[in-house]
T-cell receptor, first 114, second 109 residues
Framework: DAMVIQNPRYQVTQFGKPVTLSCSQT?????MYWYQQKSSQAPKLLFH???????NEADTPDNFQSRRPNTSFCFLDIRSPGLGDAAMYLC?????????????FGEGSRLTVL | AQRVTQPEKLLSVFKGAPVELKCNYS??????LFWYVQYSRQRLQLLLR??SRESIKGFTADLNKGETSFHLKKPFAQEEDSAMYYC???????????FGKGTLLTVNP
């Protein structure tokens, strides 16, 4: 009964070869987030969608893009992965409005760049 | 800018001992504070939030605005409490969650 599902769980790519990570949700939440988490570091917000509105963090590299074709799905595209992009990528959702904001996380996609 | 500091990267206690995981924050307005937990091989999940003023799995956390702290406490630690704990903040009408670096709690038998 997983509510936020990320695929693939593990992704290996070559330096410079584009990668797409996917996230789907069954919660009908209006906000979807992508976080990057490197070893021993805090999850770092890359961007989020509030409904169809895309919000990029100021320090997110241009190499990272995102798409949200509908409420349920959100994709993270890494156009030309570098060695420094190897990390765990976490998708999360929330329903904004009416009380405290709780985020629901997927299990993450671990990206390895060779 | 909003910031969360967890000064302890690792914390090790024995079963039955009290445990306190420290969290300090920086935010000029009125934040929402949370504790998230990640057990081994599981997803990140909400443990508790300051607004609810609740106790979850024996854990409590009190928001101290004067000290800008939100420390997580449990009087008697259990082995199953071993996990990574993240303090997190949402500032005002901003619904983006900012995490601390996390504290890895190990409860020894």
């Amino acid at each position: 009964d997983a509510m936020v599902i990320q695929n693939p769980r593990y992704q290996v790519t070559q330096f410079g070869k584009p990668v797409t990570l996917s996230c789907s949700q069954t919660l009908n939440h209006n906000v979807m987030y992508w976080y990057q988490q490197k070893s021993s570091q805090a999850p770092k917000l890359l961007f989020h969608y509030y409904d169809k509105d895309f919000n990029n963090e100021a320090d997110t590299p241009d190499n990272f893009q995102s798409r949200r074709p509908n409420t349920s799905f959100c994709f993270l595209d890494i156009r030309s992965p570098g060695l420094g992009d190897a990390a765990m990528y976490l998708c999360a959702t929330s329903r904004v409005g009416g009380g405290a904001t709780e985020l629901f996380f997927g299990e993450g996609s671990r990206l390895t760049v060779l | 800018a909003q910031r969360v500091t967890q000064p302890e990267k690792l914390l090790s206690v024995f079963k039955g001992a009290p445990v306190e995981l420290k969290c300090n924050y920086s935010y000029s307005g009125s934040p929402e504070l949370f504790w998230y937990v990640q057990y081994s091989r599981q997803r990140l999940q909400l443990l508790l939030r300051h607004i609810s003023r609740e106790s979850i799995k024996g854990f409590t956390a009190d928001l101290n605005k004067g000290e800008t702290s939100f420390h997580l406490k449990k009087p008697f630690a259990q082995e199953e409490d071993s996990a990574m704990y993240y303090c997190a903040l949402v500032g005002g009408s901003n619904y983006k969650l900012t995490f601390g670096k996390g504290t890895l709690l190990t409860v020894n038998p």
